[in-house]
Each structure stands twice: as C-alpha cells, then as structure tokens.
C-alpha cells in the first residue's frame, strides 16, 4: 500500500507484525550485501568471529566478556553505517565534490575511532591477565 504523500517512504505504512518481520528481512539482506560487497566488512568479520570464541572462553568477569564482544560488534555496527553514507554518496554521483569526500571520511574516521576503541578495550582487559 502506497502512501499518497511522495515525501513519505511506502515502507512507513506497514505497522505491528509485518514492520517488524519486514525489518528482520531487511536486516539479513544488509548483511548479506555487506559480506558479499563491502571488503572492510568481511575482514573485520573475520577478526569478530574467533575474538568472540576467545572472549567468551577466557578466565574474565561476564561484563569483561561482555565489553570485548562488544566492542568488536561496535565495530562491525560503524562499519555497516560507513558503507551506508558511501552507498548514499555514490547513488547521488560518482563525481568528485569536497562534500562527498568529507561525509566518506567522516564515516572512515568513526571506523578508525571505533577499532581503537576496540583495541584499547582489549588491552585494558587482557594486560591483567599477561602479567597474572
């Protein structure tokens, strides 16, 4: 059911039960398109997946655990984001415009910031441990 006001998306129309299976379905196709075409993505996925059995598996308290996996899902989180503005941005135009570079390294400087973060978590909660 199309909505008559061309400013609104038809997708805002649908409510309860089938908003919410729609936004699963979705969802699962935004991953399923950002492993199959977004490179960043799949290596960071890469790193996710074992450092998440590690996390869980170590000798730490459950919110330690919980900071390390989360962190890393923050990552993965920025980085479904960052490859949402360059989306955007290409579908406007593939022709350079200082705007466009400053919104792709925008996004590119959240990732940056988002693995650091993810690092120093780490670091944070495994030095105690090396030097146990």
Not at 39 to 48: D, G, S, T, Y
Not at 66 to 72: I, K, P, Q, R, S
Not at 102 to 108: L, R, V
Request: charged share 20%; glycine share 4%; proline share 4%.
């Amino acid at each position: 059911m199309a909505n008559d006001d061309p400013q609104v998306s038809e997708f805002k129309s649908k409510s309860g039960l089938k908003r919410i299976l729609g936004a699963i379905s979705y969802s699962f196709e935004g991953f399923r398109m950002a492993w199959k075409s977004e490179h960043a993505f799949r290596q960071e996925l890469m790193v996710v997946v074992p450092a998440t059995i590690l996390a869980l598996t170590l000798p730490i308290m459950p919110v330690e655990k919980l900071a390390l996996v989360g962190v890393l899902v923050l990552v993965l989180i920025v980085e479904l984001i960052n490859s949402a503005i360059e989306a955007a941005i290409d579908r406007i135009s593939f022709e350079r415009h200082q705007l466009s570079k400053n919104a792709k390294d925008f996004g590119s400087a959240a990732v940056f910031l988002a693995c650091s973060l993810a690092i120093a978590t780490w670091a944070v909660i495994l030095f105690p441990l090396a030097t146990q």
